[in-house]
Every structure is written in C-alpha cells, then in structure tokens.
C-alpha cells in the first residue's frame, strides 16, 4: 500500500474551473508539501505545512490555496484554472526525526491538464 | 542564472557502463545535499544524501560533493536497465530546497 497517495491520478479540466487534488497519508508524518513539476524547470513548491494549523506559501503559491484537514490529509485547490497550470503534481510527506524536511517522500502524482 | 543547474539529457549508455551525473549551483550557504530517483510517472525517491564535501558511497552509488567548486556529482557503477529514469539533485540551506530539472538517464541492454 502506498504510503502517501494521492487521488485522482489525471484530471482534465476546462479553462475557469474549480478543481481540488487530494492527498492523504499514512506515514504518521506532520509535516507535508504540495510541488508542481513541469519538463526541465525540476520540482517547484507551491504550499507547505509543518502542522494542522500551520499553512505557509512556497515559490509559486498564486493561483492556488491548500487546506490541511487533519494530520494525515492536505488538499490543493486551483480556483479558477489556467492552461499554465497544467503540470504534474507532487504531494510529499517528511519528518524531522527521520533527518529533517529535506527526506522527502513523495506520492505517484496527478497528472492535470487545463484545456 | 538558476540555483541548480542540471543537464537534462538523455543520457545513453550501454548495461554495465558507468552513469556520470552532475548539477552545479550557484548558491554557497547550500549545505545538504541529496540525490533523487523518479521512475516515469511515479514520485522522486530519495537515492543519496550527504552534507559534506567528499564522496559517499552506497552499493553502485556514490556521491560526490565539491563545495569549492559547486560541484555535485552522483556515479552509478555496473549501470542496470533498471536504473533507467529521471535523476533529481536537490540542495538545501535551511528551510530551502532547491531541485534540479533533473536528468533523464537510460540504460540499453
């Protein structure tokens, strides 16, 4: 069973639509991450969170917002979404006690496309 | 400039050839230094990690660190099919991670 997943696998989505990819985890990890990849440009951070209460901004956190749920559960959302945001996402898990954020553990990814 | 700078390939090479990887950077309060692996369409895992200059070695891997330079490189010995993928650097100083584009890496038979 995979340790952090994340759901839906693909998603296609229209210009100006509201979507929300979902992650969950069963790590036990408090600290989690949502990255954005596209061809070259390596991975980007987009929001992060080192405790249910805490939510903090990354390099490219417009044009998105994140709620963390519960310990195990951080879901990104694109409010109204944009043909530049069709990239793969990454959520990812770490914890200080295995090394420190810089381990992360990733999940397979939502491959989203805006049209 | 990026912070990172990584080749994106691909790299070609025989089964049993040596990979030859590498990233530079531009950033010298970089401290932590780490090596990704991702398959095609599965997440980065995490393959070496070292905070100091010199070599770290791990079965066919081995790490290499030269801060004077800022130069990092990963070598993968008695290369496998199976280690065809995409390979990450990421660099850390504090709460920064920074990741290269990555390198796309394959092994023929």
């Known amino acids: 069973d995979a340790d952090v997943t994340q759901t839906p696998r693909n998603r296609i989505t229209k210009t100006g639509k509201r979507i929300m990819l979902e992650c969950s985890q069963t790590?036990?990890?408090?600290?989690m991450y949502w990255y954005r990849q596209d061809p070259g440009l390596g991975l980007r951070l987009i929001y992060y969170?080192?405790?249910?209460?805490?939510?903090n901004k990354g390099e490219i956190s417009d044009g998105y917002s994140v709620s963390r749920q519960a310990q195990a559960k951080f879901s990104l959302s694109l409010e109204s979404a944009i043909p530049n945001q069709t990239a793969l996402y990454f959520c990812a898990t770490s914890d200080p006690s295995e090394g420190g954020y810089e381990k992360l553990f990733f999940g397979s990814g939502t491959q989203l496309s805006v049209l | 400039q990026k912070e990172v700078e990584q080749d994106p390939g691909p790299l070609s090479v025989p089964e049993g050839a040596i990979v030859s990887l590498n990233c530079t950077y531009s950033n010298s309060a970089f401290q932590y230094f780490m090596w990704y692996r991702q398959y095609s369409r599965k997440g980065p895992e995490l393959l070496m990690y070292?905070?100091?200059?010199g070599n770290k070695e791990d079965g066919r891997f081995t790490a290499q660190v030269d801060k004077s330079s800022k130069y990092i490189s990963l070598f993968i010995r008695d290369s496998q099919p199976s280690d065809s993928a995409t390979y990450l650097c990421?660099?850390?100083?504090?709460?920064?991670?920074?990741f290269g584009g990555g390198t796309r890496v394959l092994v023929k038979p």
């Open positions: 070292t905070y100091s200059s």
């Open positions: 969170s080192f405790d249910v209460k805490d939510i």
């Open positions: 790590k036990g990890h408090d600290r």
């Open positions: 990421a660099i850390a100083a504090g709460n920064k991670l920074t």
